[in-house]
Structure formats: structure tokens, C-alpha cells
């Protein structure tokens, strides 16, 4: 069952393809793995492209080039 997510403006998705959990933007490592946040994917309140980490573990849901809007 999806939990439904509020992902906030800076929130990042943690680099490790294994992890790909959503952290708060304040965390500088994964509060998951415990990775390093180094360049990762940054959520902007314009919308966010899905990525190719999120879109693998979608299960053919979603492609890369589909994008969250930050609206709800």
C-alpha cells in the first residue's frame, strides 16, 4: 500500500539505487541508509521529474521523464 508522501521544496531522494528514500532537505545523509546526500536529486516546488531511480522502483508506472507536481 503507497503511503501518500508531502514532499517539500529541497527534499532530496537518496542517491543509492538500493535506497531511494525521500529525505527532508535539512538531512545531509539518508535517514535510511545513513549515504552521504552529495549531489542528489532535489525536489523544487515547479514540479519534479520522477527520475530514473523513482521510475525503476514504479514498476513500469512511470517513465524518467514524467514529473510530481508540488501542488496539492
Known amino acids: 500500500?503507497?503511503?501518500?508522501?508531502k514532499v517539500n521544496e529541497g527534499d532530496w531522494i537518496c542517491a543509492d539505487?538500493?535506497?531511494g528514500n525521500i529525505n527532508y532537505?535539512?538531512?545531509?545523509?539518508?535517514?535510511?541508509c545513513g549515504k552521504d546526500k552529495g549531489k542528489v536529486d532535489i525536489f523544487k516546488k515547479?514540479?519534479?521529474?520522477?527520475?530514473r531511480q523513482a521510475?525503476?522502483?514504479?514498476?513500469?508506472?512511470f517513465?524518467?521523464?514524467?514529473w510530481?507536481?508540488?501542488?496539492?
Not at 68 to 72: E, G, I, V
Open 1 to 5: 500500500m503507497a503511503k501518500n508522501i
Open 17 to 19: 539505487k538500493s535506497c
Open 25 to 32: 532537505s535539512w538531512r545531509d545523509t539518508c535517514n535510511k
Open 46 to 51: 515547479t514540479g519534479t521529474e520522477i527520475g
Open 55 to 61: 521510475a525503476s522502483k514504479s514498476g513500469g508506472l
Open 63 to 66: 517513465s524518467a521523464e514524467d
Open 68 to 72: 510530481q507536481c508540488a501542488m496539492s
